[in-house]
């Protein structure tokens, strides 16, 4: 069954610390993973990667893939209160299902 | 202006009761989906339709039926409602192959 695991589960840092998320897979017919953001409503888009080994950034934000290990990781550097939230790790097969993690909730303090 | 827009926001009913969330996108995707997210926020896939076909229905009750009578709108229509039915319903469209965009959610509460 295809399934998509991160860690952690939740994590609490204070502003100004770099936090890593990690996300890993099994999933055939992987097609592209996906971050995206939530906080009180509707998840918001953060990266798409489809090649191995090449950084995605915006910002402080920033994500690469690793499809030899079957993993992602996602960057956050200097963190702010406002990004605390849930960071979704998703994988797109070529069925055109997403396929979720449970999720890391990141609490940044001030 | 709002991308993909679901009605309603809120849904409280009874068990038993029938109920839909209307869903609508104008960003001119071809892919629509509703996933169902959990009290401990595990967002699962229910349906996906692509040009108002359905291609993915994962093992859901045939007591939720969705309808998608134009690429632009995808409706859920759930009968004999259940107190595990309570969740948060997202919508989500997408182009073939691109990043999904979800609405704003409808939270739905069975007593």
């Known amino acids: 069954e295809d399934k998509v695991v991160q860690s952690p589960l939740s994590l609490v840092v204070h502003e100004g610390d770099t936090v890593t998320l990690n996300c890993s897979y099994e999933?055939?017919?992987?097609?592209?993973l996906l971050w995206y953001k939530q906080e009180k409503k509707a998840p918001t888009f953060l990266f798409m990667l489809?090649?191995?080994?090449i950084e995605k950034k915006s910002g402080r934000l920033s994500s690469i893939l690793d499809k030899k290990e079957l993993s992602s990781i996602l960057n956050i550097t200097a963190t702010q209160t406002g990004d605390s939230a849930i960071y979704l790790c998703a994988v797109a097969s070529n069925t055109g299902k997403l396929i979720f993690g449970q999720g890391t909730t990141l609490q940044v303090k001030p | 202006d709002t991308a993909v827009s679901q009605t309603p926001k809120y849904l409280v009913t009874q068990m038993g009761n029938d109920k839909s969330i209307k869903c609508e996108q104008n960003?001119?995707?071809?892919?629509m989906y509703w996933y169902k997210q959990d009290s401990k926020k595990f967002l699962k896939i229910m349906f996906s339709?692509?040009?108002?076909?359905?291609?993915i229905n994962e093992t859901v009750p045939n007591r939720f039926s969705p309808k998608s009578p134009d690429k632009a709108h995808l409706n859920l229509h759930i009968n004999s409602l259940e107190l595990g039915d309570s969740a948060v319903y997202f919508c989500a469209s997408s182009l073939t192959r691109t990043e999904a965009f979800f609405g704003q959610g409808t939270r739905l509460t069975v007593v």
């Open positions: 999933v055939t017919n992987f097609r592209s």
């Open positions: 960003l001119g995707h071809d892919t």
């Open positions: 489809t090649s191995s080994g």
């Open positions: 339709y692509n040009n108002k076909e359905l291609i």
